[in-house]
């Protein structure tokens, strides 16, 4: 985020949002009923006043200007800073490359309502989509666990880092569809932080969960999981022989209506298997809408 036409900001929001829906009105003759969805997570430089919230806020301005119905997210959800399709898959070419070239030619901003974040709290043609979307993609998950009793009795403790990210709320109510006790999160960084404070670089992949390893030592947790910030790459250590070593990094793909990347793991513990299923990119909460719509995140 910064000034200039090779960072994000406001005008680069807008521009790119003007060429997608040029684009958009190009492939979908219904957009005005269909509408988008927009999310956001917590990502921000506190300096410039710039926030995801806010681009998402102007993303949706453009496209209310345009009387396009616009289902933005009223809190943060898991949001990658990518474009996805109705299909809930991430766009690919040739779609990119026309998107690029439908910016190319709506670089100047149409009007002032454009830049007006606050025209999402008093349009009719905006609406909220948490509650209903957060439950269809928990019932989804719900779908994909076939062992709850045996979750249920499962003894293993757990720990969380969201990374100052997104990813504890829907971490822990994904633990509790799989019936397991919601896990240990890391105080440090259980909430948004657009600083990122406690880690160089809030990757998990890149080893930075030294917070997570002595929590984990110090409640006797055998299994430490970690989020990105917003939630669509996931890291997983089990304690072994006295230490803690790192046994799965994965990374998100499309689970079809849902947009969502469902990890699982099958632990064997307390003489039985225990089934962990783990929502490390609940984008399938934001990108859930997609089936039904085009989905954009901020």
Known sequence: MGAGFNRINDLTIIQSTQGLYAYLCRCFADLSSRGVVVGYDTRGQEESGCSSQRL???????????????????????????????NGAQIASPHDKEVLRCIEEQLEPWNASCWDEKLVDHSSLRTDPLTQINSCYMDDLTSLCFHRDLNSGCTLKFIHSSFHGVGHDFVQQAFRVFGFAPPIPVPEQK??????????????????????LLLADREN??????????ADRLAVAEQSNGYVKLTAVRYPSS???????????????????????????VPGVAGRCSQEMSWLPC
């Open 191 to 212: 909430d948004p932080d657009p600083n990122f404070s406690t880690v160089r670089c809030p990757n998990p992949e890149e080893g930075e969960s030294a917070l997570s």
């Open 221 to 230: 947790a055998q299994i430490v999981l970690a989020t990105d910030p917003d």
């Open 255 to 281: 689970r079809g209506s849902v947009g969502g990347f469902t990890q699982v793991l099958r632990v064997d513990r307390c003489g039985s298997e225990a089934q962990l299923s783990l929502s490390a990119c």
């Open 56 to 86: 998402a806020k102007l993303t949706a301005a453009v496209m209310l200007s345009r009387d396009v119905p616009v289902h933005l997210f009223s809190t943060f959800v898991p949001t990658p800073y990518v474009v996805y399709w109705c």
